[in-house]
T-cell receptor, first 116, second 113 residues
Framework: DVKVTQSSRYLVKRTGEKVFLECVQD?????MFWYRQDPGLGLRLIYFSYDVKMKEKGDIPEGYSVSREKKERFSLILESASTNQTSMYLC???????????????FGSGTQLSVL | QKEVEQNSGPLSVPEGAIASLNCTYS??????FFWYRQYSGKSPELIMSIYSNGDKEDGRFTAQLNKASQYVSLLIRDSQPSDSATYLCAVNTPRTGFQKLVFGTGTRLLVSP
């Protein structure tokens, strides 16, 4: 069965802390994504990666960075957490398809991050 | 104008009725369209994809696409209480270099027994 695993279901951090959110997929997918989901705003793309060590900015990359050292792992880094980064963070992966990135997305179970 | 627009709902239907969920998108170059279902506290899961004008049926679900009107819909026949969830419309929109999947904010569906 396909699986995208996020390291933490709930996380509480303090303003200014450096935060790491980890995501691992076991499907050998080329593409991996980080979204955040907020009420009324829906899912917004933060960063995505189409290959190891490759990354592209999404719609809201400010305040975030990512790392993809291995194909199966995609990390989201909040360099200095702020209260407006309190949100549900969802990792997803997908197979490469010619001409596109986002065919069938498989999502992890999400990390609810609270920044106090 | 939002790239993908959905009515937030809630859309309330009785058990056994047809639920009709609608979505409009702004980019005429969009080529791929998806419906994801998200139960409360869970992550989204893909339930339908459609790429060409017309209807696509899968069990109780029918996706309808009209590219001229930039409109995609999801019909759920014989609605069940277990269909109560938020339904996200997603559109694969061409951008420079890479296509990008853009999500609507979702329509909350409530099916009452």
């Amino acid at each position: 069965d396909v699986k995208v695993t996020q390291s933490s279901r709930y996380l509480v951090k303090r303003t200014g802390e450096k935060v790491f959110l980890e995501c691992v997929q076991d499907m050998d997918h080329e593409n991996m994504f980080w979204y955040r989901q907020d009420p009324g705003l829906g899912l917004r793309l933060i960063y995505f990666s189409y290959d190891v060590k490759m990354k592209e900015k999404g719609d809201i990359p400010e305040g975030y960075s990512v790392s993809r050292e291995k194909k199966e792992r995609f990390s989201l880094i909040l360099e200095s957490a702020s209260t407006n980064q309190t949100s549900m963070y969802l990792c997803a992966s997908s197979l490469y398809t010619e001409g596109g990135l986002g065919e069938k997305l498989f999502f992890g179970s999400g990390t609810q991050l609270s920044v106090l | 104008q939002k790239e993908v627009e959905q009515n937030s709902g809630p859309l309330s239907v009785p058990e056994g009725a047809i639920a009709s969920l609608n979505c409009t998108y702004s980019d005429r170059g969009s080529q791929s369209f998806f419906w994801y279902r998200q139960y409360s506290g869970k992550s989204p899961e893909l339930i339908m994809s459609i790429y060409s004008n017309g209807d696509k049926e899968d069990g109780r679900f029918t996706a309808q696409l009209n590219k001229a009107s930039q409109y995609v819909s999801l019909l759920i026949r014989d609605s069940q209480p277990s269909d109560s969830a938020t339904y996200l419309c997603a559109v694969n929109t061409p951008r420079t270099g890479f296509q990008k999947l853009v999500f609507g904010t979702g329509t909350r569906l409530l099916v009452s027994p």
